[in-house]
């Protein structure tokens, strides 16, 4: 009876070594089913402080975006985390011991913001954000919670970075992949919903949670879309997502923006969601009829209806169909990209999803349709946020905004009107332009400082002297200590990456020959006993 017992034992042991190394294993040879594993960054202590003390920003002019004007030789005084005052810099008085920063030949914008990101639970990220000037982002789930504890440490100013709003989790309701795969690598990031009851009890949970929105990603049935939407709404939580499956390109004419519409849906996350609801003039290369376009531009906005942009993603899927090689190697700022999340979103060659996407003959059609509806949008009056959707293959955190303004104003956007779409707009949208949107006395310091005029050429965002965020001043040579901190640390990362990679495959070996060793050795010892 021992010798069972020793042998069961023995055999439990075995299946629990073997457990921990498949799942070891999976965690190194398939990144994509990890990408929602937290991604440790540099430690807090690490980052630059900056400057937390009153700041005077002298002689700076100053782009308010409450309105299309400029201020000339201004004083911005910031004491305790908000805009202190605001005036020609003759009329006001600097307090004692503020820290001054000559503005002069500068600009002064509020805070840049990215309303559709996913960080794949990169904690460098919100470093990377913050050293391209944005200091607002809005998480739309598919990845570990740890996004929600991020978000409440820098609201208590325990963390450095832009202020996140989290509409967590993704919802799906899809056969697309594996769901218990997939929940289990984003901790419950992506979460299946089967019917309009899980739908709303799932809300429920997230809104006792305290999650900041709810969103729907790919839902096939529209009585689950409904589900969420209805129950969002009864929750006080705002709702954003794609449309329903089943309303896209789903008949004739404007059948699926119709239905749509009724539904009263307040926000979809990509204007591509719009032109999936477009009237097809051809529907083998895509074609859309423009008038469709301007219908559905005009129709949202008198309904209200809140887009954010990601025009650029859909210029990115060409080039990278065009030549993903090229592309990768003319981006400097992949070094700022986590390689877990590389590897585990599929950016690379012989992996990535958007070569396929963006080699259909019907893309460059497809493409010119949403560009079309921007400006359609844009032209209407409609309520537009810019968002990228990073850090889907090849958007880098924060780089990648600066390429979405870009594009817009490519497409035909004023710098005006591009630059409302990063400020004063997420503001509205989330209920906080008391708080931060525009330059004005009382609200949040949340600003950067540019070395050239985004009005007269938006390409300037990127020339950034300095950023603000939440009253804690972070100069030129702060952004680029905590860039190249990103960048080492995970030069870092690949140098263990491959270590582990190399020594994996050894102690397993070993492993498995000290087992068939042990097993033998106990097998004679028991013959002879014998």
């Given at each position: ?177 594996d769901e218990w795969g997939t929940e289990r690598a984003s901790r419950g990031g992506k979460t299946w919903v089967h ?163 963006g080699s259909r003959p019907w893309w460059p059609e497809y493409v010119a349709a949403n560009e079309k509806m921007l ?70 310091a949340d600003l950067v400082l540019l070395d050239g005029n985004p009005l007269q050429d938006i390409a300037n965002t ?69």
């Amino acid at each position: 009876m021992k010798s069972v017992i020793k042998w069961i034992g023995i055999a439990v042991a075995i299946l629990v070594a073997l457990g921990i190394i498949a799942y070891v294993a999976i965690y190194i040879y398939d990144p994509g089913s990890s990408a929602g594993w937290v991604k440790p960054g540099i430690a807090q202590e690490e980052i630059p402080a900056g400057v937390d003390t009153s700041v005077a920003f002298q002689n700076v002019t100053v782009i308010p975006m409450d309105s299309a004007r400029i201020l000339e030789g201004q004083t911005v005084v910031i004491e305790d985390r908000h805009i202190a005052d605001i005036g020609a810099s003759g009329d006001i008085d600097i307090p004692a011991n503020t820290h001054v920063v000559d503005g002069e030949g500068k600009f002064l914008i509020p805070g840049l913001s990215d309303m559709h990101i996913h960080t794949s639970a990169s904690e460098n990220d919100l470093l990377v954000y913050l050293a391209n000037g944005v200091t607002t982002v809005r998480d739309m789930g598919s990845e570990s919670p740890v996004i929600l504890e991020w978000r409440d440490q820098v609201r208590d100013g325990a963390r450095v970075g832009p202020s996140i709003w989290a509409w967590w989790p993704s919802i799906e309701n899809n056969q697309l992949w594996d769901e218990w795969g997939t929940e289990r690598a984003s901790r419950g990031g992506k979460t299946w919903v089967h019917t309009p009851e899980e739908a709303e009890q799932l809300v429920a949970e997230m809104a006792a949670l305290g999650v900041d929105g709810i969103k729907a990603h790919v839902v096939d049935s529209s009585d689950i879309y409904l589900a969420l939407l209805e129950s969002a709404s009864r929750h006080s939580l705002p709702f954003d997502g794609h449309v329903p499956e089943d309303h896209t390109f789903c008949g004739t004419g404007l059948d699926c923006w119709n239905d749509f519409r009724k539904m009263g849906v307040p926000a979809l996350a990509h204007v591509e969601e719009l032109v999936k609801m477009v009237e097809l003039l051809d529907e083998n290369s895509r074609q859309a009829s423009d008038e469709s376009i301007r219908q559905i531009a005009q129709d949202a906005a008198n309904d209200g209806l809140w887009v954010s942009t990601s025009i650029y993603l859909m210029r990115s899927i060409a080039d990278q169909a065009a030549d993903l090689e090229g592309t990768l190697a003319a981006m400097p700022e992949l070094k700022y990209v986590h390689p877990g999340v590389f590897d585990g979103m599929k950016w690379g060659p012989g992996e990535n999803y958007y070569v396929a996407a963006g080699s259909r003959p019907w893309w460059p059609e497809y493409v010119a349709a949403n560009e079309k509806m921007l400006l359609a949008l844009s032209e209407s009056g409609a309520l537009l946020m810019s968002g990228t959707d990073a850090s889907t293959p090849v958007l880098v955190p924060g780089f990648s905004l600066h390429d979405e303004l870009e594009t817009m104003a490519d497409v035909g956007l004023s710098p005006y009107d591009v630059l409302r779409t990063s400020t004063y707009n997420p503001a509205l949208y989330l209920g906080e332009l008391d708080e931060f949107g525009t330059v004005e006395a009382g609200k949040r310091a949340d600003l950067v400082l540019l070395d050239g005029n985004p009005l007269q050429d938006i390409a300037n965002t990127r020339q950034i002297a300095g950023v603000m965020a939440q009253g804690r001043y972070y100069s030129r040579a702060d952004l680029d200590l905590m860039l190249e901190a990103v960048a080492q640390d995970y030069e870092a990362t690949k140098t263990t990456q491959s270590v582990i990679e190399i020594a994996f495959p050894i102690v397993v070996v070993l492993l498995l020959a000290a087992l068939v060793w042990f097993i033998l050795r106990r097998r004679k010892a028991s013959q002879v006993s014998s």
